[in-house]
């Protein structure tokens, strides 16, 4: 399927951590599967197929990541105009009913202002903020220049800011970045009290969930600094719904190794016939 020097290529892109260097074609052998019915789109697509279209490409455009190549192609379709669960203009639920921009993230944001202890005057990094579904409350609730958020492509962030309205902006001054070691300097050099990532975990590949937690530890320098994710746990790494992955708890734990882990919250769980999924929201807080 590749050579050796492309398995290089893969594992070279942003690996930070020994556990994440698995290759593509090892995470498709030993990840399993889970073949589930989407409401929306029938059988899940094979995701062995996504995996063999990113290697193509990559050969292609060697320094591309997975996140990159994935978020990239989204962005153009919620540009498109096309629906989303989470990103874009045209959001909506579960059953595919259309839901008012401020309404879509209103609850998660509220649960990560009351765990977090957010105040109006902490400094909050969303790392993976989308088209700020959830970023929007945050940068209305808080101060002006204290809601830094940053994505792998910036055509999310732009659709947010669309959204959000120029007025609000002006009075708010966010900040905005694309994901970059660059950017990971200033993240932590902002001193952030808080620190979120939602819905961005369990969809990070394989090849680079090492580099995520190192990003996420980097950026949550400050002492006493709380940083929360959700997540999909289960007892072995599982590939499922073919862009997505779960992780056994103490996988996740040893990869922020200089954070101390607070709490795992149950928030629901996926059971269509296969191992069952454990949605949770995960806290970590920097020692002072």
């Known amino acids: 399927m590749s050579n050796n020097a492309e398995d290089k290529k893969l594992c070279d892109n942003g690996c930070a951590r020994p ?19 989407l ?60 839901v008012e921009f401020w309404a879509a993230g ?22 993976g903020c989308g088209s700020l579904r959830v970023g929007a409350h945050f940068i209305r609730y808080l101060e002006p220049k204290k809601y830094y958020g940053v994505d792998v ?38 001193s952030a009290d808080f620190i979120y990532s939602s819905a961005v975990c369990y969809h990070v ?20 600094a709380i940083l929360m994710f959700d997540v999909k746990l289960i007892d072995e790494p599982t590939r499922y719904r073919s862009l997505q992955w779960a992780w056994p708890l103490e996988y996740i734990k040893n990869g922020l190794p200089n954070l101390e882990f607070v709490e795992a919250t149950k928030l629901g769980e996926i059971n269509s016939g296969g191992p069952v999924v454990s949605i949770s929201m995960l806290k970590f807080l920097r020692p002072s």
């Open 205 to 224: 590949h394989p090849n680079e969930i090492g580099s995520y937690f190192a990003a996420l530890e980097k950026i949550a320098a400050k002492p006493g």
């Open 153 to 190: 492509v910036d055509g999310f962030y732009e659709i947010g800011q669309t959204l959000i309205g120029e007025a609000l902006l002006r009075e708010k001054l966010p900040q905005f970045d694309v994901i970059s070691d660059a950017t990971a300097e200033n993240l932590a050099r902002f």
């Open 19 to 37: 556990e994440s260097s698995i290759r593509v074609e090892e995470t498709v052998r030993k990840m399993p599967i889970e073949a589930v019915r």
């Open 106 to 127: 209103a609850a998660v944001a509220q649960k990560f202002f009351r765990s977090g202890k957010v105040a109006p005057d902490h400094r909050v990094i969303e790392y």
């Open 39 to 98: 409401k929306d789109s029938g059988t899940a697509p094979d995701g062995q197929i996504q995996d063999v279209r990113f290697i193509a490409f990559k050969r292609e455009h060697p320094g591309v990541t997975y996140s990159q190549y994935r978020m990239e192609r989204i962005a153009q379709t919620v540009r498109d105009g096309s629906s989303h669960a989470s990103l874009g203009a045209n959001l909506v639920d579960s059953a595919g009913n259309k």
